[in-house]
C-alpha cells in the first residue's frame, strides 16, 4: 500500500473504520474461502458474529 494512502487513513474518518478478514468454508467445494470488508469499529464483533 503506498504511503500516501496509509496517511489518508490515519487522519479523521479513515480510523472509524477497520479492514476485516473471515475465514468461511465453502459449501460446494469445502474449500475455505476468505471474507473481506471494511467495517465501523463499532460493529466488528457483529460481522463475525453472523455466519
Known sequence: MAKKAVA???KGEGRG???VIKM???E???AYVFKE???ANDAVKD???NN
Open 8 to 10: 489518508t487513513l490515519q
Open 17 to 19: 473504520f477497520t479492514k
Open 24 to 26: 468461511v468454508r465453502s
Open 28 to 30: 460446494k467445494t469445502g
Open 37 to 39: 470488508a471494511m467495517v
Open 47 to 49: 460481522f463475525f458474529a
